[in-house]
């Protein structure tokens, strides 16, 4: 499944979408790096997984990784292949949870992606980030990667099931390094002022109007 998606989706999907790439050969090829993303579409994270030249780890619902029959467990190892990694956003420990799903890749040496809001903007702007985000990168000392998408909400507007053919534009900006922080990961400030450092890049690089304000999780 995971060189169906390399060597058949992938290319099929940069034909037809002809997604604009920008600064790719900024990322590290090996080593533990978290891609921050601004966040406006389901298909966002397919855009990463098809555009980042390694592979890339992401939190999925639990819920799709249980599905029974021939279709269940096909979805299944089609979401393992793409690089979502099941958390169980109904539990009480779902944040938790996913802090540790991320840690276990980017110890492991792996890239991890992450939506800092924590949901889609549906509004066009970008909004304040969660420190989960600054968790990560000071726990573990990987180099956080800004990472912003561009016309993906044009591509599968809210209610679509359906992906659009419509062009989109993928910057990767310069990673960012917080190893002056060493030590220093336990402090709310700090978290918070590595968050607004990392939120700051990814609104240079989208050209989003910055809200400090929580976007609210939409309902399911």
């Known amino acids: 499944m995971h060189l169906l998606v390399r060597f058949l989706l992938a290319p099929l999907a940069r034909l037809l979408w002809r997604p604009v790439v920008q600064g790719v050969e900024r990322l590290p090829a090996r ?7 601004n966040h406006r579409a389901a298909v966002d994270t397919a855009v990463i997984a098809l555009t980042a030249r390694r592979p890339v780890a ?32 109904a539990s009480a420990r779902a944040g938790l949870d996913a802090l540790h799903a991320g840690r276990s890749v980017l110890e492991a040496g792996g ?23 600054a968790t990560l990168a000071l726990d573990t000392g990987a180099p956080v990667v800004p990472v912003a998408l561009l016309g993906t909400e044009r591509v599968q507007p809210v209610g679509k099931r ?6 989109v534009v993928i910057r990767y900006g310069e990673p960012l390094d917080f190893s002056r922080y060493d ?5 709310p400030a700090i978290r918070r002022a590595v968050t607004d450092q990392i939120m700051d890049a990814i609104a240079t690089l989208s050209q989003q109007e910055y809200v400090d304000t929580y976007h609210e999780r939409p309902a399911a």
């Open 31 to 37: 080593g533990p790096l978290i891609l921050a993303a």
């Open 58 to 89: 992401f939190l999925g619902k639990a819920e799709y990784f249980v599905g029974r029959g021939i279709r269940g467990r096909a979805l299944a190892r089609f979401l393992t292949a793409l690089g979502y990694v099941p958390v169980d956003r």
């Open 111 to 133: 890239a991890f992606a992450i939506y800092p809001e924590g949901t889609r903007s549906l509004d066009g702007r970008l909004h304040r980030g969660h420190t989960g985000v």
């Open 162 to 167: 359906f992906p659009r053919l419509r062009r």
């Open 183 to 187: 030590g220093l990961q336990s402090a």
